[in-house]
């Protein structure tokens, strides 16, 4: 009963959150969190560095990731020390690989991909995850199923890659075709539904000039369906069923990586096809290959209040503090957008 008290607690929670971002983020006023004073010009005027909410979504997003990812961990009585290598070494591949796959691909130095990242996660982990085990779990006594861990990190991404869509839609990014320019039926199906972004330092009006305009709301689907699959995946996880959950939950999210690709205009590479679109089929081809290599090992039912009680340390607080620091340091600061902020004294407040 713990564990549906916890995913039901979980879906109200992400149904409030999106439901107020798929309503607000688009608007101006939320693609700027706050900005850090530079150097002062002639006119007395400051640059400004821009902190953008592209940066907080996916701190956040990070964040829930890898707490998400403790506590399934913890439910499979893994322990600590163990669970905090793997994840540091998993994040310290996506988080780079997220702006090297990026540049590769477009040829943008202040571009992100959620696509290369989890690509290169994926390739990683199950021999990070063999690592661990090989070099701590036999001292400390332990062993991690690679196989459930693999649905465990599974579960993480789809509720990061949800959660961080909001980024996207805060800085107009990732943005979908103009409804004008769809067929009919899904013309008919987002009307009243679409997307309009405003303001002209979001990327969708500086790249293709459709702020203002009907778009097809491809982050908030996205975010709807990837975090839907990573609940559905967290209860077959809490029911033992891990080979089911890794795959079924590579088949969604890849399967919908190449379909979505069609419904989006912003610039994703030449080709019809695109890289990131064969990424998710390398991911797939790759993913079941490992579900043939990987036997599921472990018998012993996930114990979800364990992973929860996992969480109340100091230290891991303090880790997952530094998470999002370093996410939203490494996301947060806008390289494509500048300020000039000017300082003032309020006279009659004095």
Partial sequence: ?????????????????????????????????????????????????NLTYYGFFNATAYLFAAVTFFVLMGSLSVPVAGTLVILTAVLATCMPASKLIAFWVER????????GASFAGLIAAPWIIRCVNEAMGFRMGFHAPVLSVLAA???????????????????????????????????????GRAFIFSGKTK??????????????????VTALLITGTGLLGCYGFLKGFHFTTFAGIMVVTQVWRVLSEFLRA????????????LMAVLSLVYAFLLLAFFPTTSTKLPDIKAGLLALWDPGVIIFFEIIWWTAFIHTGRSRVTGATVRLHVVGEKI
């Fill in 203 to 220: 990327k969708i009006a500086y790249a293709h000039h459709l702020d203002n305009r009907e778009v097809i709301p491809i982050q908030a």
């Fill in 1 to 49: 009963m713990l564990a549906e008290l916890f995913l039901l607690t979980l879906a109200v929670c992400l149904a409030v959150l999106f439901r107020w971002g798929f309503k607000t983020l688009p608007g101006e006023r939320w693609q700027v969190i706050g900005c850090i004073l530079g150097s002062k010009q002639e006119d007395g005027a400051w640059k400004g560095l």
């Fill in 108 to 115: 943008k130095k202040n571009t992100f991909t959620v696509a």
């Fill in 153 to 191: 990190i599974s579960i993480a991404y789809a509720f990061g890659e949800g959660i961080g869509r909001l980024a996207c839609i805060s800085f107009g990014c990732c943005y979908g075709k103009p409804l004008s320019a769809c067929h009919p039926l899904l013309q008919r199906f987002f009307r």
């Fill in 266 to 277: 912003d610039y994703r590479g030449t080709g019809r096809i695109t890289t990131y679109q």
